[in-house]
């Protein structure tokens, strides 16, 4: 510990976060711009590591780095973020809920498909119901491309 807090190696370590990461958090405003010590080195409070914490998990729910600093935003200002992370949640949700139903739906139509020309899978590059890919490049003109 460097007086009174934690230098960026120490919090990697016990995050599970790279320095990077950490950088990265600082410069878009979820971590607060730690203090210097003489050498330049960053020290960081000892509650940043509940912080990063949050922001792990955040991570993993899939909130973007821009919504977790809007949580962090509001905690620092002293409110209570909790009724606005479950307002994200709540729509992450139910993005993940129509998704699965998209990915459901093209599993369903699979077979009629199969055999049509695209550029990887005209499973994925199918649009509007339209199941042909329309690009000028097929599967096979593709793989008869010469390697540069």
């Known amino acids: 510990m460097a007086r009174d807090g934690l230098l960026i ?29 003489s050498a330049g080195y960053r020290v960081y409070p000892a509650d940043v590591l509940g912080i990063l914490a ?7 729910l899939g909130l973007t780095l ?17 009724v606005h992370v479950h307002t994200l949640l709540e729509q992450k949700a139910a993005d993940l809920e129509g998704m699965l139903i998209e990915v459901k739906s093209i599993l369903r139509r699979w077979r009629s498909i199969d055999g049509r020309s695209a550029a990887i899978c005209p499973h994925i590059e199918a649009r509007g119901g339209d199941n042909r890919w329309n690009g000028s490049r097929s599967v096979h003109s593709a793989s008869r491309a ?3």
Not at 10 to 36: D, F, M, N, Q, W
Not at 54 to 60: D, G, I, L, N, T
């Open 54 to 60: 949050f922001v792990s998990q955040a991570r993993r």
């Open 9 to 37: 190696g120490t919090v990697a370590t016990r995050s599970g976060l790279s320095r990077k990461a950490l950088r990265l958090y600082e410069a878009r405003g979820i971590l607060a711009a730690p203090r210097r010590t």
């Open 66 to 82: 821009g919504e977790i600093r809007q949580v962090v935003e509001l905690r620092r200002a002293g409110s209570a973020p909790c």
């Open 146 to 148: 010469r390697k540069s």
